[in-house]
Structures are given as C-alpha cells and as structure tokens.
C-alpha cells in the first residue's frame, strides 16, 4: 500500500512540478513579450517624434540631393554618378560645400572634351534646386 501511495505521491509531485514550472516559463515569456513590445512601441513613437523634426528634414532633403543628382548625372551621360550622388546628399544634410560642387569635376570633363550645351545643363541643373527646393523643404520644418 505504501509503495502505491509513494508511486502516486511521485507522480502528483511531478504533474504539479511540471506545471508549475511550465506556468512559470508561460508566464515569463508572456511578460519578457509584452516587455518588449512596450519598448518596440515606445521606440517606435520616439522614432516618429524625432522624425517629425530636423531630422526629417535632413533626411528628406539628403535624400532629395542623392536622387536627384543621380538623375541628373545620367541625363547628363556622365559615368561616375554613384560617389557624386552620395556626396551631394552629405553636402545637403551638412553643409560645409554646397552641393552642387559635385558637378564641377563632370563639369571640367564636359569643357574639355567641348560638350559644352550640356556642361551648361549640367551647371544649370545643379544650382537650381538650391534656389526653390532647399526653402521648400526647409519650410516643413515645425518650431
């Protein structure tokens, strides 16, 4: 009778042992779930707060200059279009050279091989975002 009881007893004991511990490991991954959607959500808000600001700025008009250049380089037919365009989105975002002195390198190839119809395109086009798009975007920024 008592080997019985002791071999249900050992049972029981590990049913409620296994249960209690897979409740515990449950409960755990719930709350380390919600923890981190708390923080996602909270990050998240951050994000579109910051966003909302200089840095939405600075991006819209990095971005802005890099794709534009890119455009403009390949109307232009000049080859080197990937290391212009990322330097004119640095220059746009910091602006310690103005942008569109990225075109003055294609602009010499241009005068000495005598395309000059497109070296004026080429100058043109640089300089005249600077003129409507710069105050344009600029414009979105909250105080």
Known sequence: FIYIFLHIYFYIYIFIYIFVYI?????????????IIYIYI??????????????????KIGT???????V???FCGVYVRFIPSV????FAVCPLVPSYA???????NMWLRGDYITLIILCVGSYLPKLFV???IYGDLKT
């Open 134 to 136: 710069d105050a344009a």
């Open 64 to 70: 802005f200059y890099g794709f534009y250049t890119w």
């Open 87 to 90: 330097l004119a989105a640095m």
């Open 23 to 35: 409740y515990l490991y449950i409960y755990i991954f719930i709350y380390i779930f919600l923890y």
């Open 42 to 59: 909270y990050y998240i808000s951050l994000y579109i707060y910051i966003c909302s600001g200089i840095f939405a700025v600075s991006l």
């Open 102 to 108: 990225v075109c003055f390198p294609a602009a010499m």
């Open 72 to 74: 403009l380089f390949s």
